[in-house]
């Protein structure tokens, strides 16, 4: 089974900084995605960023980044320019491409509190 | 666009009565819809799948009798929460897919389920 590990139950960081979360992963599987999901205080989840095991370029949506290690089984999330309103619940999640059958693992999360 | 509704937001129901939470795709047809339940300050842990027009299927450990869920149509799937008890209290949050989505990366806004 697929297990997602965030290493970092809680975290911080002054407006306009930058942070990075971490997460592993444990598949033996080689195609599959992985994706990093935001839960404000609203509880709503939201897609940050996603990325396909299959392509070497890391994700980028504006200040949001990853860091992609395949062979290490590493996918981290860089927050650029951190503002207030990212403060929230950060999930690291895999999925394992099954022809119509794929499901969402989570880790833990990472409580991100971002400061003035 | 891709707006899933989830309703209740927020339930309270006495120790073995039954309670229906409602999770609509509103500008788009789900034909796959998921169930997570969240303990406080805990991951999403997947709870079942539902494929319109087919019976859902559970995960292991989640009691098929008692989380009954229903797929009538392609734009909504209940959960009702059959005889009620206090640990069953917990945010349930709903998410959909379409046909050609690759994972369910729309949710609900969630309910808050106590029970008392």
């Known amino acids: 089974a697929q297990t997602v590990t965030q290493s970092q139950p809680e975290m911080s960081v002054q407006e306009a900084e930058t942070v990075t979360l971490s997460c592993t992963y444990d598949?033996?599987?080689?195609?599959?995605?992985l994706f990093w999901y935001k839960q404000p205080p609203s509880r709503q989840m939201i897609l940050v960023i996603r990325q396909e095991a299959y392509k070497q370029q890391n994700a980028t949506e504006n200040r949001f980044s990853v860091n992609f290690q395949k062979a290490a089984k590493s996918f981290s999330l860089k927050i650029s320019d951190s503002q207030l309103g990212d403060t929230a619940m950060y999930f690291c999640a895999f999925a394992q491409i099954q022809g119509g059958s794929e499901k969402l693992v989570f880790g833990k999360g990472t409580k991100l509190t971002v400061n003035p | 666009g891709a707006v899933v509704s989830q309703h209740p937001s927020w339930v309270i129901c006495k120790s073995g009565t039954s309670v229906k939470i409602e999770c609509r795709s509103l500008d788009f047809q789900a034909t796959t819809m998921f169930w997570y339940r969240q303990f406080p300050k805990q991951s999403l842990m997947l709870m079942a799948t539902s494929n319109e027009g087919s019976k859902a299927t559970y995960e292991q450990g989640v009691e098929k009798d008692k989380f009954l869920i229903n797929h009538a149509s392609l734009t909504l799937s209940t959960l009702t929460v059959t005889s009620a008890h206090p640990e069953d209290s917990s945010f349930y949050i709903c998410s959909a897919r379409t046909y050609s989505d690759i994972l369910p990366l729309h949710f609900g806004n969630g309910t808050r389920l106590t029970v008392t």
């Open positions: 598949t033996s599987e080689s195609n599959y995605y």
